[in-house]
């Protein structure tokens, strides 16, 4: 009975307890309501207006020529067609400079990435002489513009005897300053006890990076890849400069071909753009929850 009682008296206690909680919870202000719907609001708005240069480029890479020279603004295509997709595979090498992005993205962030965990590990666990300002000088390269370096870079793919070769856009690109500070970041957040149960079984730095730290990274190296795959890919500047033959043109260079002397064929333009962008966009929606992970573990905000 004493057990019945207090079996009884307990629930009354919790179901006292619990009532409070959800009465605050079903129960919102209506200044919090009208907060949070403003917020709702702020964010459908922000995000229609940035999803609205996407639609038009869809749009216009769907539509037929009399509507995308038409002076009339014309939100959806009045029949949809293929014939700019058909135009830029018949008329000009679609096919071989998408081949051509792919095995440079490929290569560049498989180099990228390893150096940058290599570099990463190196700054946040291992102790050397010099350590913080070899860091410090690594993370002032960052603050020179791109175009700045483009001369040095020109003349040492063309002392390499590299120019006009993939690997003129490959090797430039096989490290990152901000790379490596997001990896240092990322793996000094580590607990250093693993490190040291692992040295105390015999592991050596390799073996603890392959088998400790390396499993523990799968967010930032989700991260890497994508900031590294949408850099490269979408990268004209420095291929345009390091390429000399359109066969190994890349989808960036390619759009300028599109462009005539008089005038552009913006359908094919924007459907060669919507080719260009659909693998950055599929990839990001299949590793967003990795992305932004990465970001958060890293201390980026």
Not at 3 to 27: E, F, I, K, Y
Not at 45 to 74: C, H, K
Not at 132 to 157: E, K
Not at 192 to 197: I, Y
Request: charged fraction near 10%.
């Amino acid at each position: 009975m004493a057990q019945s009682l207090n079996a009884h008296g307990t629930q009354a206690r919790n179901d006292d307890a619990a009532g409070p909680v959800v009465q605050r919870v079903r129960h919102v202000s209506p200044a919090a309501r009208a907060a949070n719907a403003a917020r709702l609001g702020t964010a459908v708005v922000v995000g229609l207006v940035m999803m609205f240069p996407l639609y038009w480029m869809i749009t216009l890479a769907f539509s037929p020529n009399v509507d995308v020279f038409s002076r009339e603004l014309n939100l959806w295509p009045s029949s949809w067609t293929l014939d700019n997709f058909r135009r830029i595979f018949t008329s000009f090498p679609t096919a071989l400079w998408f081949g051509n992005s792919v095995a440079i993205t490929s290569i560049v962030t498989l180099l990228t990435v390893t150096v940058n965990l290599l570099a990463g590990y190196a700054f946040a666990k291992l102790t050397f002489r010099g350590k913080g300002v070899i860091f410090l000088l690594v993370l002032s390269t960052m603050m020179i513009p791109v175009q700045v370096l483009m001369v040095a870079q020109f003349r040492l793919v063309t002392e390499l005897g590299i120019y006009g070769t993939f690997w003129a856009v490959i090797l430039p690109s096989a490290a990152s300053a901000f790379g490596i500070f997001l990896a240092r970041q990322f793996i000094i957040a580590i607990p250093d006890e693993l490190m040291e149960a692992a040295k105390m079984d015999g592991a050596g730095n390799v073996r603890i990076f392959l088998q400790i730290v390396l499993p523990l990274c799968k967010p930032l190296i989700a991260v890497l890849v994508l900031l590294t795959v949408m850099y490269q890919w979408n990268d004209f500047a420095w291929p345009l400069i390091a390429l000399k033959d359109s066969e190994l043109f890349t989808l960036p260079i390619g759009l300028i071909f599109l462009r005539g002397q008089y005038g552009a064929d913006y359908g094919a333009i924007m459907a060669l753009a919507l080719i260009s962008i659909l693998p950055i966009v599929l990839m990001f929606l299949m590793f967003q929850k990795y992305f932004v992970q990465g970001l958060a573990r890293s201390g980026i905000r």
